[in-house]
């Protein structure tokens, strides 16, 4: 039963060009939803956050909209970097919650 | 990751003995969670605890695991009798409180079974 989904295992993006990662979610009792980095061979980071009263959220180059209707949101980064290069997970969350729902994660890779 | 330490970092048993995985959460955070990551897959929930406190353990397997978070000491996920399909990255994640908040993760503990 996977309720976070990211459908796109991979994504290439030139240098200096915007990347978007998206994530799709089933449930719609989730209302805070996070992304996470993660390099190989270590844990996820945290990233950005948004909470459902919000429709974006913005932290430097990373950007985060979130759009509850269709129950979906994505993850911008401008200009995109080599050290972007990673790992990237959705995870969704109720206020009440005890556990994340992780979605597969999307691979980026950011050619310089 | 700054703050949660897991240990070992890498774990190889043989079939039929014990894992035990360590995680002492970061300074200030009482909550504590495992996650387990097979390979190509995300992270899935497997308990949830506070002091000497099991909160949520739904994702746990019914047999085998445990989990304990002592009021002394890092938190334990104890897995007996392991068997091939246990091997993955296994990941202690923690918060100041519940709901709400960013988890902070550890760089995990990669549990490979010969």
């Known amino acids: 039963d996977q309720q976070v989904k990211q459908n796109s295992p991979s994504l290439s993006v030139q240098e200096g060009r915007i990347s978007i990662l998206n994530c799709d979610y089933t449930n719609s009792m989730f209302d805070y939803f996070l992304w996470y980095k993660k390099y190989p061979a270590e844990g996820p980071t945290f990233l950005i956050s948004?909470?459902?009263?919000?429709d974006k959220n913005e932290d430097g180059r990373f950007t985060v909209f979130l759009n509850k209707s269709a129950k979906h949101l994505s993850l911008h980064i401008v200009p995109s970097q080599p050290g972007d290069s990673a790992v990237y997970f959705c995870?969704?969350?109720?206020?009440?919650?005890?556990?994340?729902?992780f979605g597969t994660g999307t691979s980026l890779t950011v050619i310089p | 990751n700054a703050g949660v330490m897991q240990n070992p970092r890498h774990l190889v048993r043989r079939r039929g003995q014990e894992a035990r995985l360590r995680c002492s959460p970061m300074?200030?955070?009482?909550?504590v969670y495992w996650y387990r990551q097979l390979p190509e897959e995300g992270l899935k929930f497997m308990v949830y605890l506070q002091k000497e406190n099991i909160i949520d353990e739904s994702g746990m397997p019914k047999e085998r695991f445990s989990a304990e978070f002592p009021k002394e000491g890092p938190s334990i996920l104890r897995i007996q009798q392991v068997v091939r399909g246990d091997s993955a990255a296994y990941f202690c994640a923690s918060s100041p409180q519940v709901g709400g908040q960013p988890q902070h993760f550890g760089d995990g503990t990669r549990l490979s079974i010969l």
């Open positions: 300074k200030g955070h009482s909550h």
């Open positions: 948004i909470s459902s009263i919000k």
């Open positions: 995870a969704a969350t109720s206020n009440t919650g005890n556990q994340f729902y």
